[in-house]
């Protein structure tokens, strides 16, 4: 088994940054591939970034050009940089990932973001 831990989260001005930080407590590199999702008040979870384990990203259109996704194996870290925040960001920020091998799939708690004047 393998925990996921988020951190990173708190209250930004609009236009500021963040950077979020999902620790695992085992390695990552049997993850593939590794998300983060966030989910508003009263609505659904949402998809916001992808990473392969050969590096290959995907964003929601809502953050493309404002969000960067990475992972560092060795560390057995993901990262969620976000840049150019805006009110609408505003939610509960989760890091998952999906086991390659067997499609097990494991969240973290959840770490909160508030974009906010």
């Known amino acids: 088994q393998v925990q996921l831990v988020e951190s990173g989260g708190g209250l930004v001005q609009p236009g500021g940054s963040l950077r979020l930080f999902c620790a695992a407590s085992?390695?990552?590199?049997?993850?593939?591939?590794m998300d983060w999702y966030r989910q508003a008040p009263g609505q659904e979870r949402e998809l916001v970034a992808r990473?392969?384990?050969?590096?290959?990203?995907n964003y929601a259109d809502s953050v493309k050009g404002r969000f960067t996704i990475s992972r560092d194996n060795t560390k057995n870290t993901a990262y969620l940089q976000m840049s150019g925040l805006k009110p609408e960001d505003t939610a509960v920020y989760y890091c998952?990932?999906?086991?390659?091998?067997?499609?097990?799939?494991?969240w973290g708690q959840g770490t909160q973001v508030t974009v906010s004047s």
């Open positions: 990473i392969t384990s050969g590096g290959s990203t």
């Open positions: 085992g390695s990552i590199s049997r993850f593939n591939p």
């Open positions: 998952h990932g999906t086991v390659w091998y067997n499609s097990d799939e494991y």
